[in-house]
T-cell receptor
Framework: GQNIDQPTEMTATEGAIVQINCTYQ??????LFWYQQHAGEAPTFLSY????GLEEKGRFSSFLSRSKGYSYLLLKELQMKDSASYLC???????????FGKGTTLSVSS | DTAVSQTPKYLVTQMGNDKSIKCEQN?????MYWYKQDSKKFLKIMFS???????INETVPNRFSPKSPDKAHLNLHINSLELGDSAVYFC??????????FGPGTRLTVT
């Protein structure tokens, strides 16, 4: 079966750091992606992990532990524009389609 | 320059009708996809397609069919529309094994 879990909602204040966790149980694994989706818009690619460890990209970092079926997205120096839904997705065994979690809605307040 | 484009952006139609959504990508990608995002914002794969293989999510009703006239286009045809088909449909594309780029979405409302 395929199961990807993320918290439904999180709140944080401007300038803070927030960590969004994702756990997965899938029949195959060929990489983990994080996407950002603002309301009414398309998902946009943030990061990709296929090996264990941390990938850093500006204010955003993503971590993967394949043995634990766990990833997190770390957002630093939060800005109001970071208020969005963050989607964790696992690429399936065939290496094509993405299996998405239900997304975490992050609200950043001043 | 638009990377992945979809038309129409909004589509309102009645139950039982047949409709199509068009998707085009100018990124030179070899794989294209259709996803459905329901009212709870859950994004679910419907089809993935490259010039060699069509992979269909087994939960997708056969009223839905993808049609690819060439590598840059993957259209979605829907027959006998039902109320439950109301959702946002996203087209996406990628190079083999790379991240996917999504189109702006088509909001389908079936009345």
């Amino acid at each position: 079966g395929q199961n990807i879990d993320q918290p439904t909602e999180m709140t944080a204040t401007e300038g803070a750091i927030v960590q969004i966790n994702c756990t997965y149980q899938t029949s195959g694994f060929n990489g983990l992606f994080w996407y950002q989706q603002h309301a009414g818009e398309a998902p946009t690619f943030l990061s990709y992990n296929v090996l264990d460890g941390l990938e850093e990209k500006g204010r955003f970092s993503s971590f993967l532990s394949r043995s634990k079926g766990y990833s997190y997205l770390l957002l630093k120096e939060l800005q109001m524009k970071d208020s969005a839904s963050y989607l964790c997705a696992v690429r399936d065994q065939a290496g094509t389609a993405l299996i998405f979690g239900k997304g975490t809605t992050l609200s950043v307040s001043s | 320059d638009t990377a992945v484009s979809q038309t129409p952006k909004y589509l309102v139609t009645q139950m039982g009708n047949d409709k199509s959504i068009k998707c085009e990508q100018n990124l030179g990608h070899d794989t294209m996809y259709w996803y459905k995002q329901d009212s709870k914002k859950f994004l679910k794969i419907m089809f993935s397609y490259n010039n060699k293989e069509l992979i269909i999510n087994e939960t997708v009703p056969n009223r839905f069919s993808p049609k690819s006239p060439d590598k840059a286009h993957l259209n979605l045809h829907i027959n006998s529309l039902e109320l439950g088909d109301s959702a946002v449909y996203f087209c996406a594309s990628s190079r083999q094994g790379a991240e996917q780029y999504f189109g702006p979405g088509t909001r389908l409302t079936v009345t």
